[in-house]
Structure formats: C-alpha cells, structure tokens
C-alpha cells in the first residue's frame, strides 16, 4: 500500500503548477516545481503540507491578500480531499496578520478541505475574535463551515496542538454545541460528539451538567449526547450511566470466556464466547464491550474498547455472545507480537479475561 505522504508527489505538484499558472499567468512553474520537489522524499505528509504552503509563498505574489485571492481562484479546480489543507495551512502560515482575510479564506477554504487545524492558529492569537467568528459560523447554511466551528475548537483535536483555554474552561464553546446539537447533518453530528468526548476527559461533570438541559428526545441530540459520552461509558463512569439508565448495581453471572486459539496469526482472526446470566430480580440494562490490551514496539499493552451489545436483561435470562476480531496492520498503526489481554466489561465493569498470543 502506497504511504499516505505520496498524495503530495510529483504528479500532484505538476497539476497544482498547471492550475496555478491557468489562473495567474505570471506564476513561475517550473521553478515552483524544481524548488517542491526536492528533498521531498524522507518529509512525513504534514511535513509535506507544510513544504508545500512555504514554497507556494515564495513563487505566489509578495502581497499576502493578492496571493490569497490566486488560491481561491484555483481550489475550486482542484480534487478535493487531504491535500486541499494545504490552502487553509497557508493561510495559518502568512495571514495572522490579517486576521479579516484570513478569517473569510479560512471559511471558504474549508468547502473544499477542512480548516480545523489552520482556525486554531488564530484562536491563539485573538481567541475572543475567534470564537465570534466560529459562533457565527455555527449558523451558516454551508454543512462545511458548520463542522468547522464545532471541529476547529475542539480542546484535544487529533493531529493538532491543544487548546488549553478551553480545557480549562469547556464553557468558552458552549454557544457553538448549543447551536449545533441537533444538526440535520451527521457531519456535523459527529464533530459535536467528539467534541464533547474531548470535554469529558477534563471535565466529565461538566459535560455532564451541560447536557441535562438539552432534549433527549430529539433523535439527533441523543445521538451527540451518546456518542460523546462514550469515553465515560467504557471507563463505568457511574453519572454517565445513570444518563442512559444503565443499571449501577450489576448482578450477572459470566460464564466461562473461551478462546478458539491461544494463538493467532497477523490477519487472523481471533474468536471468543462466553454466555452472561442476569442474577437479579429487576430487569438489568446492560452495556457490554470487550476491552483488548494491544502490545506496543516498546513491550508496554495500550488498552482499546470495542462495543459489543446494549440489552435489557431479564431476571434469569441468559445472554450467549461469539465474537470475532481481525488482526491486521493498517497504514496509521502497526500491531507488534507479543502477549495480548482479552477483556470481557458490563456496564464499564471488568468481568473476565484472557491472554492471547500474537504471533508475526
């Protein structure tokens, strides 16, 4: 599989020299190109990205507002997709000091490749500015500029810095959530969600708190409200629980988790059962996941949570659950040999577990 850092090749540099020069005449290609494209190769993809926005400077006019107005002439022509971030990534570079511009290149630019990280720089700079800017934009029509405001000032937003004036106070982005908790727009949805699962990590009673005045019967907001809880949910978060009328006091019998195989192959397929019996005289809403403690290059397990099922649990009943996981590497993560823990939760809970042998 290609690397992830080859969307910034040689042949995506010509076509941007082309579009370019199609709208600005005057716009060195060739040197542009030359300049790019050397020492390309050990430079990581936001490296890549940040490359690209300093060599497009020193070949676009002087004038930053001119410069501007060229790359919102040509990202309209371009595929949209991760190397778009390169016009918001310019702007984050050369426009704090023309914060009005930039604002509205930011805006625009997010259309056609999100603005979340370049918005951040300027949060920073002025963030009351910032944050009227981002309140506003979680008004308009554009589905894109919706995501941003909500994205853009996410506190712990991955690939990014954080922000820390808002994970010291989460209040300052209230008015965004309040605005967009119950977009029509899964896009959005999934960004206020994240949002809010980014607060819980600092401040889970306030996430808390701030969620008992939104409406729960409005399929959307639960959504969110779900969603962004759900780092709280897997840790038995006992609040959280009692948001989603998960019973506090579980009383279940687990049977005997079975493994298939003790030992797997990288890309098979790990297979595991166990049966769960409620032992309580009230129905149990339960929620059970299964936890597994992944080995990492330097030998120490990083622990990941993967849902299972939400049931309702009769007094008596018995639950009887065969699940299986694949083992494979992807482009952002590697998985590495070693002994690996199976765990079996309700209700956030511990109830059993296994080790497991990765072999490679």
């Not at 209040?171 to 960004?191: C, F, G, M, Q, W």
């Amino acid at each position: 599989m290609e690397p992830l850092k080859e969307m910034f090749g040689k042949a995506y540099y010509q076509n941007l020299a082309r579009t370019i020069s199609s709208v600005h005449k005057p716009f060195p290609a060739a040197p542009f190109l030359k300049e790019v494209t050397t020492g390309l190769e050990p430079l990581s993809l936001n490296e890549r990205m940040r490359h690209t926005s300093r060599v497009l400077q020193k070949h676009l006019p002087e004038k930053y507002t001119t410069a501007v107005g060229i790359l919102k002439e040509v990202v309209p022509l371009l595929n949209t997709g991760y190397t778009t971030l390169v016009f918001p990534d310019f702007v984050s570079q050369f426009g704090t000091k023309d914060f009005r511009t930039s604002l509205e290149a930011l805006k625009y630019f997010t259309q056609f490749g999100s603005s979340e990280f370049a918005i951040r720089t300027f949060f920073k700079q002025d963030q009351e500015k910032t944050l009227r800017a981002l309140y506003t934009w979680s008004e308009d029509d554009n589905v894109h500029v919706r995501r941003l405001a909500s994205e853009g000032s996410r506190p712990r937003l991955p690939w990014s810095f954080k922000l820390d004036a808002v994970i010291t106070n989460p209040a300052l982005t209230a008015p965004i959530l309040e605005n967009l908790k119950a977009d029509d727009e899964l896009y959005v949805r999934k960004s206020v969600a994240n949002h809010l699962n980014d607060i819980t990590k600092d401040s889970p009673d306030y996430v808390m708190n701030l969620i008992r005045s939104w409406d729960k019967t409005h399929t959307h907001t639960a959504w969110i409200i779900k969603r962004g809880c759900r780092s709280l949910l897997k840790q038995g978060h006992e609040k959280s629980m009692a948001v989603f009328g998960l019973t506090a006091d579980v009383r279940v019998k687990l049977g005997k988790l079975r493994l298939d195989s003790a030992t797997i192959q990288l890309n098979d397929e790990l297979r595991f059962a166990f049966e769960i019996t409620s032992e309580k005289r009230t129905v149990q809403k339960l929620m059970i996941d299964y936890r597994i403690h992944y080995v990492k290059k330097t030998g120490v397990q990083l622990p990941k949570v993967f849902k299972l099922k939400e049931i309702a649990l009769a007094p008596g009943d018995t639950l009887h659950i065969v699940k299986k996981q694949r083992f494979q590497d992807f482009t952002t993560r590697q998985l590495h040999a070693g002994t690996h823990l199976l765990e079996v939760m309700v209700n956030g809970k511990v109830m059993a577990s296994k080790k497991f042998e990765l072999v490679r």
